[in-house]
């Protein structure tokens, strides 16, 4: 649709779940829309642990926003990097300078990784939020059993061996459950001087138990079965110090090589371009039709907007950022047709995460299930929500064949490993100075 046609455009920055939704929903209606994204793809965050442990490759979880959007005339993508938005002016400015004008703004930029202050920390215990950074912790973890493999020293090969994941949330145990079955099953007979089921992996969680979101019988059920894989769960425990050799528990230093991050996350730093107060994680307060308090064509969804529902915070999940976007486009539609729009209401579908093969836990209003019966359904429910056909069956055939052969496939090393890298830099002039 041209630019003047005459009907509203609507701008949609962020082609997550909200974005998405929100752009399909309004398929067939009298508007132009822009979908802006930094990345050329979207992106299914719940399995983007899979990538990062090497269960399944990039493409099999993402698909381009082109590609998916093809056939709704209505839509234009472009990639570009939204960094201000100018609301005197009704713009918003990407990274080059380029102004991109609105009628009706949706923000659904997500959020990031939040380190509470210690910034620093981010170099050596990496989050996981986007396919760089999936890709960038898949070679960390393999990389690091390869340098234990040439290490001769007893103790830097132990810390080599050592796995420490910050944040017993879904994705920490996620990473956790993953992390002890490559270890101790998909690796076992292809190394020679190492043995890598001894390999140390430690959840580390500053609260009471892991899975906080949870009911408490679930939660210490996910704790039982994340140490029946093997997995070290501290609680209670939180960090002090993150360094290029390990992490700090109070005044206990715990070597290890490979730190992940997964504790906290910070609303995309573009809401405060928008002049309005934001709430403690940096997302902003929306009303009832999730527009913006003195802004009225600007709405905000997805794990960027601050939502409470009954006295509690509606949970930065996949479906209340689809159910945010169609709400949004529902309230679109309903401005423009001069009609009142109902307000947005959060469905809870209840909560899955998964801890290793056969194990997982699910709330599901009411219904408390965990073990095989729950990884079932937790398989279902994911292989269902992927979107294409592709990437439903390739996850499929995947899983069936990791299930009965425990092997992974997606386990090749690219790119450099900057703190391997440093590590091997560091050990030949050792080499050199004693020779």
Same mark, same amino acid.
């Given at each position: 649709?041209?630019?003047?046609?005459?009907?509203?455009?609507?701008?949609?920055?962020?082609?997550?779940?909200?974005?998405?939704?929100?752009?399909?929903?309004?398929?067939?209606?009298?508007?132009?829309?822009?979908?802006?994204?930094?990345?050329?793809?979207?992106?299914?965050?719940?399995?983007?642990?899979?990538?990062?442990?090497?269960?399944?490759?990039?493409?099999?979880?993402?698909?381009?926003?082109?590609?998916?959007?093809?056939?709704?005339?209505?839509?234009?993508?472009?990639?570009?990097?939204?960094?201000?938005?100018?609301?005197?002016?009704?713009?918003?400015?990407?990274?080059?300078?380029?102004?991109?004008?609105?009628?009706?703004?949706?923000?659904?930029?997500?959020?990031?990784?939040?380190?509470?202050?210690?910034?620093?920390?981010?170099?050596?215990?990496?989050?996981?939020?986007?396919?760089?950074?999936?890709?960038?912790?898949?070679?960390?973890?393999?990389?690091?059993?390869?340098?234990?493999?040439?290490?001769?020293?007893?103790?830097?090969?132990?810390?080599?061996?050592?796995?420490?994941?910050?944040?017993?949330?879904?994705?920490?145990?996620?990473?956790?459950?993953?992390?002890?079955?490559?270890?101790?099953?998909?690796?076992?007979?292809?190394?020679?001087?190492?043995?890598?089921?001894?390999?140390?992996?430690?959840?580390?969680?500053?609260?009471?138990?892991?899975?906080?979101?949870?009911?408490?019988?679930?939660?210490?059920?996910?704790?039982?079965?994340?140490?029946?894989?093997?997995?070290?769960?501290?609680?209670?425990?939180?960090?002090?110090?993150?360094?290029?050799?390990?992490?700090?528990?109070?005044?206990?230093?715990?070597?290890?090589?490979?730190?992940?991050?997964?504790?906290?996350?910070?609303?995309?730093?573009?809401?405060?371009?928008?002049?309005?107060?934001?709430?403690?994680?940096?997302?902003?307060?929306?009303?009832?039709?999730?527009?913006?308090?003195?802004?009225?064509?600007?709405?905000?969804?997805?794990?960027?907007?601050?939502?409470?529902?009954?006295?509690?915070?509606?949970?930065?999940?996949?479906?209340?950022?689809?159910?945010?976007?169609?709400?949004?486009?529902?309230?679109? /539609?309903?401005?423009?047709?001069?009609?009142?729009?109902?307000?947005?209401?959060? /469905?809870?579908?209840?909560?899955?995460?998964?801890?290793? /093969?056969?194990?997982?836990?699910?709330?599901?209003?009411?219904?408390?299930?965990?073990?095989?019966?729950?990884?079932?359904?937790?398989?279902?429910?994911?292989?269902?929500?992927?979107?294409?056909?592709?990437?439903?069956?390739?996850?499929?055939?995947?899983?069936?064949?990791?299930?009965?052969?425990?092997?992974?496939?997606?386990?090749?090393?690219?790119?450099?490993?900057?703190?391997?890298?440093?590590?091997?830099?560091?050990?030949?002039?050792?080499?050199?100075?004693?020779?």
């Amino acid at each position: 649709m041209p630019a003047d046609s005459g009907v509203p455009h609507v701008l949609i920055v962020g082609g997550g779940f909200a974005g998405l939704w929100a752009t399909r929903a309004l398929a067939g209606s009298p508007v132009r829309i822009t979908l802006l994204d930094r990345e050329n793809h979207h992106l299914f965050q719940p399995l983007l642990y899979q990538v990062a442990t090497a269960g399944l490759s990039a493409p099999d979880i993402s698909a381009p926003l082109r590609h998916i959007l093809r056939r709704q005339r209505n839509v234009s993508v472009l990639m570009a990097e939204a960094c201000e938005v100018d609301t005197a002016r009704r713009q918003v400015i990407d990274a080059n300078g380029r102004a991109h004008a609105y009628d009706y703004l949706v923000l659904a930029t997500g959020a990031t990784h939040a380190y509470f202050g210690h910034d620093d920390w981010s170099r050596f215990a990496p989050g996981l939020k986007t396919l760089d950074d999936a890709l960038a912790i898949r070679r960390r973890i393999l990389s690091a059993f390869e340098h234990a493999e040439i290490e001769a020293d007893p103790v830097a090969q132990a810390a080599w061996l050592t796995f420490a994941i910050v944040g017993a949330g879904p994705t920490g145990v996620e990473l956790a459950g993953t992390l002890a079955e490559i270890a101790r099953h998909t690796l076992k007979h292809e190394f020679r001087r190492i043995d890598p089921r001894a390999a140390r992996v430690l959840l580390l969680e500053a609260g009471p138990r892991v899975l906080s979101s949870f009911p408490e019988s679930l939660s210490e059920k996910a704790r039982k079965q994340l140490e029946r894989l093997g997995v070290e769960v501290l609680v209670g425990t939180p960090v002090s110090a993150i360094d290029a050799d390990g992490v700090v528990l109070g005044t206990q230093r715990i070597a290890a090589r490979t730190v992940l991050w997964s504790a906290g996350v910070a609303a995309s730093p573009l809401a405060r371009s928008l002049g309005v107060p934001l709430d403690r994680a940096g997302r902003v307060p929306v009303q009832g039709d999730l527009s913006v308090a003195g802004l009225p064509e600007v709405f905000v969804a997805g794990d960027l907007a601050s939502v409470q529902q009954e006295g509690k915070p509606v949970p930065g999940v996949a479906p209340a950022a689809k159910q945010m976007g169609d709400c949004v486009a529902k309230v679109i /539609r309903a401005r423009i047709a001069g009609q009142a729009a109902a307000s947005f209401r959060y /469905r809870d579908f209840g909560n899955l995460a998964t801890i290793g /093969r056969m194990a997982a836990v699910v709330d599901v209003r009411g219904w408390h299930l965990s073990g095989m019966f729950a990884w079932w359904f937790w398989l279902a429910a994911h292989v269902w929500f992927l979107i294409g056909f592709r990437n439903r069956l390739v996850v499929l055939i995947d899983w069936a064949r990791a299930y009965w052969s425990y092997q992974r496939s997606a386990r090749v090393i690219v790119g450099r490993n900057e703190a391997g890298s440093q590590a091997g830099t560091e050990s030949a002039s050792a080499a050199n100075q004693k020779t």
